[in-house]
């Protein structure tokens, strides 16, 4: 096992830098923030998956992950860590499975995602801090929990309008009331 305070640190860190989380307590917020950086630091532990490339959102005990996995094992194996933490009352597993890709390809994929993210900011009635934007191939995934279906609707129309966007799989979650 590799040193777990380094890992706990950077998941602490990417955390903080992820979605905001609107209309929960503070509470709530912490448990979720927890659980979700117990995740993450458990995705950047294990030789099976690899953190950097899977998201950990939580929303009231509800785990979405999303991202890349180059394979239906790690895909499977992300599942298998986020619900293994305690507080995890369901998980929602949107990884993607997708093979990794040129240095080229890579950097063409940060430029979409940079023009998906600054869009979704740009748009009235859209929470984009609440939305994680992932680019593979030109194939962009929206995900994160928004407030409503109309919002998840609204990011994925503005997110296929984009140049440089293939195809997008909008696996947003409409938060739970």
């Given amino acids: 096992m590799k040193n777990g305070l380094p890992v706990t640190l950077t998941a602490l860190a990417l955390l903080l830098a992820g979605p905001v989380r609107a209309q929960q307590s503070t509470t709530d917020m912490a448990d979720d ?11 950047l532990d294990n030789r099976n998956t690899s953190g950097t490339r899977i ?5 009231d005990g509800v785990v979405q992950l999303s991202g890349f996995a180059r394979s239906e094992g790690e895909k499977t194996y992300a599942t298998k860590v986020a619900a293994s933490v ?16 040129s240095i080229g390809t890579k950097l ?9 993210k600054a869009a979704l900011m740009d748009a009235a009635d859209v929470k984009s801090l609440q939305i994680n934007v992932e680019t593979h191939d030109g194939a962009v995934q929206l995900a994160g929990f928004v407030a409503s279906a109309a919002m998840k609707d609204k990011a994925g ?4 309008g984009v140049d ?3 195809s997008v799989d909008n696996v947003l979650v409409v938060r739970p009331r």
Avoid: E
């Fill in 164 to 166: 440089g966007v293939k």
């Fill in 33 to 43: 923030s927890v659980i979700a950086a117990t995740i993450k630091a458990g995705l």
């Fill in 108 to 116: 063409d994929d940060s430029l979409v995602t940079g023009k998906v």
């Fill in 55 to 59: 998201n950990v959102d939580s929303y």
């Fill in 86 to 101: 305690s507080g995890v009352k369901q998980v929602v597993n949107n990884v993607a499975v997708a093979p990794a890709t």
């Fill in 157 to 160: 129309r503005i997110a296929a």
